[in-house]
Nanobody, 125 residues
Framework: QVQLVESGGGLVQAGGSLRLSCAAS????????MGWFRQAAGKEREFVAA????????YYADSVKGRFTISRDNAKNTVYLQMNSLKPEDAAVYYC??????????????????WGKGTLVTVSL
């Protein structure tokens, strides 16, 4: 079993930056591809970014490419999402996800093995 706990959410002004963290409890963290998803009020959960087991491959939604960076530190069992140039439309609950297959994460939320409970990001004008 893998338990995921997100942190780092909060209130930030448009144009600002925020770094989210997702801590995993399992000893097999390096066996999982990781991803970030988000869900804004009144909208469906959407894919944001994914990273492969060793961090060699990343994939981003077009809406965040060039602004967000996903990374991982397997020694710390943690995945990060560095968010720069934040926009009001980035405001959402951000969820961490884990799956043994990278392509499952990049395709979307269907069939993903594990989810965190989310951390709220609010962006003010």
């Amino acid at each position: 079993q893998v338990q995921l706990v997100e942190s780092g959410g909060g209130l930030v002004q448009a144009g600002g930056s925020l770094r989210l963290s997702c801590a995993a409890s399992g000893r097999t963290f390096s066996s999982y591809a990781m991803g970030w998803f988000r869900q804004a009020a009144g909208k469906e959960r959407e894919f944001v970014a994914a990273i492969s087991r060793s961090g060699g491959n990343t994939y981003y939604a077009d809406s965040v490419k060039g602004r967000f960076t996903i990374s991982r530190d397997n020694a710390k069992n943690t995945v990060y999402l560095q968010m720069n140039s934040l926009k009001p439309e980035d405001a959402a609950v951000y969820y961490c996800a884990a799956d043994r297959i990278f392509e499952v994460v990049t395709r979307g939320r269907g069939g993903i093995d594990y989810w965190g409970k989310g951390t709220l990001v609010t962006v003010s004008l």
